[in-house]
C-alpha cells in the first residue's frame, strides 16, 4: 500500500533554494513514474515536474523550467524537488504523486497522492 508523505517545506525568502521530500513507505516506489504538482491560493493544481518509472527522462512546467530539479532514490523510497531562485510566484501547497503510467503532465495520470506541504516565498 503506497503512501505518501511530504516534507522540508517552509517560509523562504525569494532568490534562495530549497528542497522538498517526499517518501513512500508502501516499499514498492521504483514501479512508479513521479510527480510533482502545487496549488497556489485561489487557483487550481498544476503540473510542475515529471520523472518517468525508469528515470531517464523529466519533464517540467515552463515557469519552473531551469530552476527546479526532479529526482528519486529508489533505494531510499523517496523523491525530490530541487527548487533552486525561488520567487513569490513559486508559493502554493506542494504535492507529490505516484503514478503507473511511463509519465504524465495531467493529475488523472497519477494514482497516489501526498498530503501536501506548504511552501511560502516571501520578504
Known amino acids: 500500500q503506497v503512501q505518501l508523505e511530504e516534507s522540508g517545506g517552509g517560509l523562504v525568502q525569494p532568490g534562495v533554494s530549497l528542497i522538498i521530500f517526499c517518501k513512500d513507505s508502501?516499499?514498492?516506489?521504483?514501479?512508479?513514474?513521479l510527480g510533482w504538482f502545487r496549488q497556489a491560493p485561489g487557483k487550481e493544481r498544476e503540473f510542475v515536474a515529471a520523472?518517468?518509472?525508469?528515470?531517464?527522462?523529466?519533464h517540467y512546467a515552463d515557469s519552473i523550467k531551469g530552476r527546479f530539479t526532479i529526482s528519486r532514490n529508489n533505494a531510499m523510497n523517496s523523491m525530490y524537488l530541487q527548487m533552486n531562485n525561488v520567487k513569490p510566484s513559486d508559493t502554493g501547497v506542494y504535492y507529490c504523486?505516484?503514478?503507473?503510467?511511463?509519465?504524465?503532465?495531467?493529475?488523472?495520470?497519477?494514482?497516489?497522492w501526498g498530503q501536501g506541504i506548504q511552501v511560502t516565498v516571501s520578504s
Open positions: 520523472l518517468s518509472w525508469i528515470g531517464e527522462s523529466t
Open positions: 504523486a505516484l503514478g503507473r503510467q511511463y509519465y504524465s503532465e495531467v493529475e488523472s495520470g497519477y494514482d497516489f
Open positions: 508502501g516499499g514498492t516506489f521504483s514501479s512508479y513514474a
